[in-house]
């Protein structure tokens, strides 16, 4: 068995580790102690030597003869993904997605969520899933007080670049872009841009297929 | 150069064609008429070799020595994936969510939103993005009767087997699920199963690889 520990991982396995540990959090709340690789395959939709392969990019997670250690595994596979750092959060923009993502109930996964950024007056001081709706002007202010790690961004796309620029130039470490619009690299700053509708094709695509 | 049409495509090729639409869209819309395979390949982030090799699967798309035609593979790929179709689609659950969901405009990519359904008497009769909100007890009726295609689900993780059933029994043809449980298959209707968190994760992983 190669041993790909100390390599580059590629981006395809790292697409797959969030699925891994979703998987492996649901076999932890029905109560399951080990899956072999065999079983874990088949609720995954991957090969058993898939999953041997991207394990092995991370030393293996070990004894895959008597069965992968599910609680270990979703431990390991989220300190891997970062999310027993603490990560907090702001969304910027309060509308019907902005909210929507404050309800979401990320601190599951480990993020905290800090406050809530946005223009209308109307909304300013109110609270969404306990969280306040502060001004956008006082976005620099309260990250850099906060030290906020993550930005999440619901603005309109005519906004986007600058509301990026603004939060770059605050020190914010990662950006999570649900504008629509593809964000330009910023400064070798993270930026996950997310494309709702790509899920909607892919499904488009298996009904057409089907008729 | 093999030839891969006929054979069944991966899962991974058919996720990456929602990408190439997008961008060649993005290519038309600044009147760019072709693309050689290398400038495409680093807009992407794809090998030029493995953009051959995905529009292999559709018999090539042709003339990579010239560039690829950007108007032809845009309205090719969209026939592929069937955004010609005019699908209809509902949404359940009006919510935060749903009314993202609603604003979002799906119909640039050819899904029209015929309506959709709460149990909120509040909010039943009013509108969002000009589509009137009808009581969930109506939905079947006007499934039947719409021939609608596409049910988008919002509902709380409780209520999404069931609200799920109930659509399959009255002829839904997919199902594009965002209630963050993840739906039992149902008679080989195709459903994608949406994990707004996972790209958050993804995210989380590349902050803790810079730190």
Same mark, same amino acid.
């Given at each position: ?19 891994? *540990?979703? %998987?492996?959090? =649901?076999? !932890?709340?029905?109560? #399951?102690?080990? $899956? ?29 003869? *008597?069965? %992968?250690?599910? =609680?270990? !595994?979703?431990?390991? #596979?989220?300190? $891997? ?52 709706i502060y001004h956008i002007d006082m976005m620099e202010s309260f990250v850099r007080e906060n030290n906020i790690d993550v930005g999440i961004l619901t ?41 709702l509708s790509d899920s909607l094709m892919t499904l488009s695509y298996k009904i057409k297929q089907k008729e």
């Amino acid at each position: 068995m190669s041993d790909n520990t100390n390599r580059k991982v590629p981006s395809v396995v790292i697409k797959r580790l969030p699925r891994y *540990y979703r %998987y492996f959090g =649901e076999l !932890l709340n029905q109560g #399951i102690k080990r $899956i072999s690789s065999n079983a874990l395959s088949e609720k995954m939709g991957v090969t058993a030597s898939q999953i041997r392969q991207d394990f092995n990019y991370f030393g293996g997670f070990g004894q895959q003869g *008597y069965g %992968y250690k599910v =609680e270990y !595994l979703y431990n390991t #596979i989220g300190d $891997i993904l970062g999310l027993h750092e603490g990560y907090t959060t702001i969304i910027v923009g309060a509308g019907n997605l902005g909210r929507a993502l404050a309800n979401h109930n990320f601190a599951k996964r480990g993020f905290r969520l800090m406050g809530m950024f946005d223009i209308d007056e109307r909304i300013i001081g109110s609270k969404v899933n306990n969280v306040e709706i502060y001004h956008i002007d006082m976005m620099e202010s309260f990250v850099r007080e906060n030290n906020i790690d993550v930005g999440i961004l619901t603005v309109p796309k005519s906004e986007i670049e600058s509301i990026a620029d603004r939060l770059c130039a605050c020190g914010i470490k990662g950006l999570w872009n649900y504008s629509y619009a593809e964000l330009k690299p910023k400064n070798n700053i993270p930026i996950e841009n997310v494309h709702l509708s790509d899920s909607l094709m892919t499904l488009s695509y298996k009904i057409k297929q089907k008729e």
